[in-house]
Antibody, heavy 123, light 108 residues
Framework: EEQLVESGGGVLQPGGSLRLSCAAS????????MHWVRQAPGKGLEWVSL????????YYADSMKGRFTISRDNNKNSMYLQMNSLRTEDTALYYC????????????????WGQGTMVTVSS | EIVLTQSPATLSLSPGERATLSCRAS??????LAWYQQKPGQAPRLLIY???NRATGIPARFRGSRSGTDFTLTISSLEPEDFAVYYC??????????FGGGTKVEIK
């Protein structure tokens, strides 16, 4: 079964840092680009970041640039999101999601999602 | 940034009825639009990609279409499990990838 499992969420104060992880199983991890997508409580979906299958290309939403860093370890079938200088508006459920395209391509659509990990930033 | 405007915000229908959900893009995105379904407490599920292609395992009652910058998701006959929130999402001009605000399909 193709599966994604996020971890690393928590409660922290503004200005703090957190590292999220996403563990993949059931598919050839390095064949796929991967994304982070977040959802604030009671709100809609917001794309956060993307990393290519080989890890060489990364992209971010403007509000995350310079604060968030996406990375992956294909040997561990895992992806990460390092979040620094956190703000109250970063409070959300963070999902990792697999890109629909295979074999190094990029579709920019998400076919497999994890269940999310909650990040709460509050003073 | 491409803005996607979904309408209506809420759709109140009965099982067996036809649902028509709209998503308008602020500029051309070709056919690069996807639709997702999200139920309470669950992750989103991909329904449609590239405007009209059903994702793996999606029933035929879900159909996507495009007319210029206007996109439509049609559910031909609502099943009880179809009551959920639906989001559109574009990849026509990115970054960023963007989502619409969602349409809630609720039981009338």
């Amino acid at each position: 079964e193709e599966q994604l499992v996020e971890s690393g969420g928590g409660v922290l104060q503004p200005g703090g840092s957190l590292r999220l992880s996403c563990a993949a199983s059931g598919f050839t991890f390095d064949d796929y680009a991967m994304h982070w997508v977040r959802q604030a409580p009671g709100k809609g979906l917001e794309w956060v970041s993307l990393i290519s299958g080989d890890g060489h290309s990364t992209y971010y939403a403007d509000s995350m640039k310079g604060r968030f860093t996406i990375s992956r370890d294909n040997n561990k079938n895992s992806m990460y999101l390092q979040m620094n200088s956190l703000r109250t508006e970063d409070t959300a459920l963070y999902y990792c999601a697999r890109d629909l395209a295979v074999a190094g391509l990029l579709m920019g659509a998400f076919d497999i999602w994890g269940q999310g990990t909650m990040v709460t930033v509050s003073s | 940034e491409i803005v996607l405007t979904q309408s209506p915000a809420t759709l109140s229908l009965s099982p067996g009825e036809r649902a028509t959900l709209s998503c308008r893009a602020s500029q051309s995105i070709s056919s690069y639009l996807a639709w997702y379904q999200q139920k309470p407490g669950q992750a989103p599920r991909l329904l449609i990609y590239d405007a009209s292609n059903r994702a793996t395992g999606i029933p035929a009652r879900f159909r996507g279409s495009r007319s210029g910058t206007d996109f439509t998701l049609t559910i031909s006959s609502l099943e009880p499990e179809d009551f959920a929130v639906y989001y559109c999402q574009q990849r026509g001009n990115w970054p960023p990838l963007t989502f619409g605000g969602g349409t809630k399909v609720e039981i009338k």
